[in-house]
């Protein structure tokens, strides 16, 4: 018997967190059809953000690998509560924004904290496309942001 994803998630030790409220004229999740679009989650935590800062000044590389799996955790949360973890058939796309300092080349690395936590929680249903991309700024100077497209059932 294959594990659900909340027993995925309770054996690597994290709960699902209460959603994140929007800090703007958004929701946090989406359905059009089979598919959950979930709006761009940044690395909060009980309302506020884990850090600020650009990810090569002032934030690690490694740091922010965690902050992006935190934004994950927090997408995770909004779908659970839009249409149920249990009913993710598959992860489409995951799209990973790294606030970067000049000359930062390290975004992959950084959004794995993400694309690694899907693919725990989902196994192969959790394989996704990609994209991971340095920006200037971020809303709230968060340091990543992550937004989750998935297939339901």
Do not use: W
Not at 28 to 55: C, D, H, I, N
Not at 101 to 113: D, E, L, M, S
Request: charged share 15%.
């Amino acid at each position: 018997m294959t594990a659900t994803p909340y027993a995925k998630l309770a054996e690597l030790g994290l709960e699902l967190p209460e959603v994140a409220a929007p800090v703007a004229s958004y929701v946090p999740a989406v359905q059009s059809g089979r598919t959950v679009y979930v709006s761009g989650q940044l690395p909060m935590a009980e309302g506020k953000l884990l850090a600020t800062g650009k990810v090569g000044a002032g934030v690690s590389a490694e740091q922010a690998k965690d902050l992006a799996q935190r934004c994950a955790l927090n997408a995770l949360a909004a779908i659970d509560a839009l249409v149920g973890l249990e009913n993710v058939v598959k992860v489409v796309k995951l799209t990973g924004f790294v606030a970067s300092a000049p000359g930062f080349t390290g975004q992959p690395g950084v959004i794995n904290g993400a694309s690694d936590l899907l693919g725990t929680v989902f196994g192969e249903a959790g394989r996704h496309a990609r994209s991971a991309v340095g920006v200037s700024e971020l809303p709230l100077d968060a340091p990543v942001e992550v937004e989750v497209i998935v297939e339901v059932g």
